[in-house]
């Protein structure tokens, strides 16, 4: 009966789908999550859960009569397909794994808003300092564009001050900001326990082969120093528990400390 009174045109498969993705069913007890979930989709401190009301806003229950109804409401529904979009174009959208199309899709637009994100801050290098910024990531690896015994990743944006004889190793990270104490306990032991200490290696890499830098890159100096920048587009909460003498600012602060003179 709903797919019959549904509009013309849209396949039955497309329709379940949708209806899948957007009806909240009665679970009965509350603190037992369905089948096909775990237990985070259920809590309610959770943000960007599953089963929460902005994610389903179409209400499924059980009348009097035992007959299935669906409540919604209009201005609800394009507020969660607001939502829907928006967490696909931030790349916060979750999924199931399951999902390899969508998740592909995803996982490229990731890289879109890394590589935006990444452009903003070379762009404003570029603009606002005296800093002889490199076009294009470098990398550190064996087939790299500085050569090592193993791969070191990519420093997203190399910068020199040829007058003060610095080197600028930049990570940028196009992140979101943390909104609950999970979200804030998830990205600290992220960050601290993958993404500085692979930064700090990179960094360590550059100190042990200044002299490949400089003549990769025609440094105008032999007391060469290399100092290291975590740019975020959003406050990182490891920022705040950082123990590495590793500087880290989201965007607006590196705009606005005048580090570069």
Same mark, same amino acid.
């Given at each position: 009966?709903?797919?019959?009174?549904?509009?013309?045109?849209?396949?039955?498969?497309?329709?379940?789908?949708?209806?899948?993705?957007?009806?909240?069913?009665?679970?009965?007890?509350? %603190?037992?999550?369905?089948?096909?979930?775990?237990?985070?989709?259920?809590?309610?401190?959770?943000?960007?859960?599953? #089963?929460?009301? #902005?994610?389903?806003?179409?209400?499924?229950? +059980?009348? @009097?009569?035992? /007959?299935?109804?669906?409540?919604?409401?209009?201005?609800?529904?394009? +507020?969660?397909?607001?939502? #829907?979009?928006?967490?696909?174009?931030?790349?916060?959208?979750? *999924?199931?794994?399951?999902?390899?199309?969508?998740?592909?899709?995803?996982?490229?637009?990731?890289?879109?808003?890394?590589?935006?994100?990444? /452009?903003?801050?070379?762009?404003? #290098?570029? =603009?606002?300092?005296?800093?002889?910024?490199?076009?294009?990531?470098?990398?550190?690896? =064996?087939?790299?564009?500085?050569?090592?015994?193993?791969?070191? %990743?990519?420093?997203?944006?190399?910068?020199?001050?040829?007058?003060?004889?610095?080197?600028?190793?930049?990570?940028?990270?196009?992140?979101? @900001?943390?909104? =609950?104490?999970?979200? !804030?306990?998830?990205?600290?032991?992220?960050?601290?326990?993958?993404?500085?200490? +692979? $930064?700090?290696?990179?960094?360590?890499?550059?100190?042990?082969?200044?002299?490949?830098?400089?003549? +990769?890159?025609?440094?105008?100096?032999?007391?060469?120093?290399?100092?290291?920048?975590?740019?975020?587009? $959003? @406050?990182?909460?490891?920022?705040? !528990?950082?123990? /590495?003498?590793?500087?880290?600012?989201?965007?607006?602060?590196?705009?606005?400390?005048? *580090?570069?003179?």
């Amino acid at each position: 009966p709903l797919i019959s009174s549904l509009t013309k045109g849209i396949d039955e498969f497309t329709i379940k789908s949708y209806v899948d993705l957007m009806v909240l069913n009665t679970r009965g007890k509350i %603190g037992i999550p369905p089948d096909g979930f775990k237990a985070p989709d259920i809590f309610p401190w959770r943000y960007n859960r599953s #089963l929460s009301y #902005l994610n389903k806003p179409i209400i499924k229950i +059980k009348n @009097q009569k035992g /007959e299935y109804v669906f409540l919604w409401s209009a201005r609800f529904l394009k +507020k969660s397909s607001d939502n #829907l979009l928006a967490n696909f174009h931030n790349g916060s959208l979750k *999924l199931d794994k399951k999902s390899n199309k969508i998740n592909e899709l995803l996982s490229k637009r990731n890289n879109i808003k890394g590589r935006e994100f990444r /452009e903003k801050v070379y762009s404003w #290098l570029k =603009t606002n300092t005296q800093l002889r910024v490199i076009p294009n990531e470098v990398k550190i690896g =064996t087939r790299g564009q500085l050569i090592a015994d193993k791969n070191y %990743g990519d420093i997203d944006i190399l910068a020199i001050d040829e007058q003060l004889g610095t080197v600028y190793s930049i990570e940028c990270k196009n992140t979101n @900001q943390a909104k =609950t104490l999970y979200d !804030f306990q998830r990205d600290l032991k992220n960050y601290k326990s993958k993404q500085i200490p +692979k $930064h700090v290696s990179r960094e360590k890499w550059l100190i042990n082969n200044i002299n490949q830098v400089i003549e +990769k890159f025609k440094i105008p100096s032999s007391n060469v120093s290399v100092k290291s920048i975590f740019v975020s587009s $959003h @406050q990182l909460p490891a920022k705040f !528990f950082n123990e /590495e003498d590793l500087k880290m600012y989201s965007f607006a602060e590196f705009q606005s400390k005048r *580090l570069f003179g």
